[in-house]
């Protein structure tokens, strides 16, 4: 009987890690952060599913969504202003993404011993360096959980451990991002496609609208 219940304890141990690993590797859900730059706060989803990834905010009276992959070779950013009946999808060509590629930070990154807990996640800090403008930044990662890794998470694949709260640059602005939460739950369908309402235009024709920026 002794032994019985040594296994089934062995077997029960064995089931909880099994789960504990399932959970730790997240494949669909969304991301919710908390976004700083230029001084102002929004919140901001990520949806993903797979290698999918659908970035969603606003800016002023914009609705911003930014479809990416993480192939690196699939960039739409679509811009929805209800109070001037505009819908438009800037689609990236091979060209613009190359082009987009060579404006990214590029990190090289140093561990630390600190540590702390955020948003429920036992987080570490990480010192990153960017190669290009010299800039320094901490970023916080866990270990705890892990997603694919989207706009604002990819360039920090590498640097060991899934990216909680950091800085970073986005087209040479430095944005400050905290995560708020991340929840398993389905992506709905169409969420990583371009609606048919939406005009496509190109990337430069969107930098000229938004006085290029």
């Known amino acids: 009987m002794d032994n019985l219940k040594k296994v089934a304890l062995s077997l029960a ?13 997240i494949t669909e859900g969304v991301i919710t952060y908390s976004v700083t730059a230029n001084g102002q706060q929004t919140e901001a989803k990520n949806y993903f599913k797979g290698d999918s990834s659908s970035y969603q905010t606003k800016q002023g009276p914009a609705d911003i969504k930014i479809l990416s992959n993480q192939k690196a070779d ?16 800037a689609v990236a060509t091979p060209a613009d993404m190359e082009q987009m590629k060579d404006r990214e930070p590029s990190y090289t990154s140093t561990p630390t ?9 036992k987080c570490k800090k990480v010192q990153v360096k960017d190669s290009k403008s010299g800039s320094n930044f901490d970023v916080w990662v866990t270990n705890d959980v892990n997603t694919p890794s989207n706009n604002l998470t990819k360039y920090f694949t590498n640097i060991g451990g899934f990216p909680v709260k950091f800085s970073t640059l986005q087209m040479g602005q430095k944005i400050d991002v905290t995560l708020k ?5 389905k992506v709905k369908p169409g969420t990583f496609s371009i609606p048919a309402d939406f005009d496509r235009i190109t990337i430069q024709e969107l930098m000229s609208m938004s006085g290029g920026r």
């Open 181 to 185: 939460s991340i929840s398993k739950e």
């Open 13 to 25: 141990l064995t089931a909880i890690g099994f789960a504990a690993n399932a959970q730790k590797n």
């Open 74 to 89: 699939f960039l739409v950013i679509l811009v929805d202003v209800p109070v001037a009946s505009m819908k438009k999808a």
């Open 113 to 121: 011993t600190e540590t702390q807990t955020i948003a429920g996640y």
